[in-house]
Nanobody, 126 residues
Framework: QVQLVESGGGSVQSGGSLRLSCAASGDTYSDYSMGWFRQTPGKEREGVAGITSDGTTRYADSVKGRFTLSQDNAKNTLYLQMNSLKPEDTAMYYC????????????????????WGQGTQVTVSS
């Protein structure tokens, strides 16, 4: 099964950018659908963006036009480029994977993914 390790989080000012990375190991990366989720204390984990192995994506409305998913199958790595960050983007960000093609309507649903990383913190100050 796949193991996921996130990196790239940090603290930035409003309007700044960060790029998160999710390194996958232990299985064939190209067999997986991948996603990014985020969570703040006391709230449920919410879907940010998801991508299938053939590159089709879905974004949450709150991040459309600001966040961009990409993946490098040769490096078994998923990226989330986050631009124009806002204080409300502050959260722990988690990478997720599922060894199947996750359909579009489930791509932001945490129940569609069976494997999770430990998370990386993103803090955006105003």
């Amino acid at each position: 099964q796949v193991q996921l390790v996130e990196s790239g989080g940090g603290s930035v000012q409003s309007g700044g950018s960060l790029r998160l990375s999710c390194a996958a190991s232990g299985d064939t990366y190209s067999d997986y659908s991948m996603g990014w989720f985020r969570q703040t204390p006391g709230k449920e984990r919410e879907g940010v963006a998801g991508i299938t192995s053939d590159g089709t994506t879905r974004y949450a409305d709150s991040v459309k036009g600001r966040f961009t998913l990409s993946q490098d199958n040769a490096k078994n790595t998923l990226y989330l480029q986050m631009n124009s960050l806002k204080p409300e983007d502050t959260a722990m960000y988690y990478c997720a994977a599922q060894r199947a093609r996750v359909p579009y309507y489930l791509r932001l649903s945490r129940t569609a993914y069976g494997f999770w990383g430990q998370g990386t913190q993103v803090t955006v100050s105003s």
